[in-house]
């Protein structure tokens, strides 16, 4: 098995109002209920990628990861996590930003590559 090392993949909303995560492997669409799931409940949402390909599911979800820090949104795919603060998704989310940068998590980079 071969994983590769990406540093970011893209939240876009398309001109029809629809939310992705743009991958190099193709897209993971989130729905309406997905995303107020994880902004609202923090819940844990499984996403498929739009092509069905092998290892397809990923999860998304909310993370607040100490005492005073930003809260941010966590996507996790077979080989790699990246995150977002929230401020950054909602912004996209709402249709104020077009796209926005979800950066990959150091650690569990090192993890797979390791």
């Known amino acids: 098995m071969i994983f590769t090392t990406v540093n970011q ?20 669409p989130l ?3 997905d995303i107020r799931n994880v902004l609202f409940y ?4 499984s996403v498929f990628r739009d092509n069905c390909g092998p290892e397809s599911e990923a999860t998304i979800y ?11 949104i966590i996507f996790i795919t077979a080989t790699q996590s990246f995150s977002i603060a929230d401020v950054s998704f909602i912004s ?20 797979h590559v390791a």
């Open 42 to 45: 923090g819940h844990r949402v």
């Open 62 to 72: 909310g993370k607040r990861p100490g005492f005073n820090g930003q809260r941010r």
């Open 92 to 111: 996209v989310v709402k249709g104020k930003w077009v796209a926005a940068s979800m950066i990959a998590d150091s650690q569990q980079v090192a993890n």
């Open 9 to 28: 993949v893209i939240i876009r909303r398309s001109s029809g109002g629809k939310v992705n995560i743009e991958t190099p492997e193709g897209l993971y």
């Open 31 to 33: 729905s309406q209920e």
